[in-house]
């Protein structure tokens, strides 16, 4: 099991829902990745409204039926694992941003894997 406490540095990957890589979204391609790597763990989260560098508003509102939410995938491990991951990103991330920041892990405790 990864154990992670005390400094770390956190990536926040924004992305579009339709954006695909390899017939497959963006945001699963890199979570499997960042768990292929041994990262200490990657969550995607869907907005329900935003805008980006093309300052289209993208809603899920009933009248305007976006299909390309904005996404936002988070990985936080230690700060030259996160750097050592970012040349994947810059192969996966055709447009979006790519945010880091410092963080400091309190607590971070998985399940015990079934045997």
């Known amino acids: 099991m990864t154990r992670l406490t005390g400094r770390a540095l956190r990536a926040t990957i924004f992305v579009g829902e339709s954006d ?3 017939h497959k979204p963006v945001y699963a391609e890199i979570v499997r990745r960042a768990h292929a790597a041994g990262l200490a763990g990657a969550s995607v989260f869907r907005g329900i409204e935003g805008f980006g560098a093309s300052s289209l508003i993208h809603t899920q ?3 305007s039926l976006s ?3 904005p996404v936002a995938i988070v990985i936080v491990d230690e700060e030259d694992r996160i750097r050592d991951f970012l040349p994947q990103l810059d192969e996966l991330v055709a447009e979006g941003l ?3 920041d410092d963080c400091e892990v309190i607590r971070y405790v998985g399940r015990e894997r079934a045997k």
Do not use: A, K, P, Q
């Open 61 to 63: 509102r009933l009248l």
């Open 67 to 69: 299909e390309d939410l």
């Open 98 to 100: 790519v945010i880091l």
């Open 20 to 22: 695909v890589w390899h």
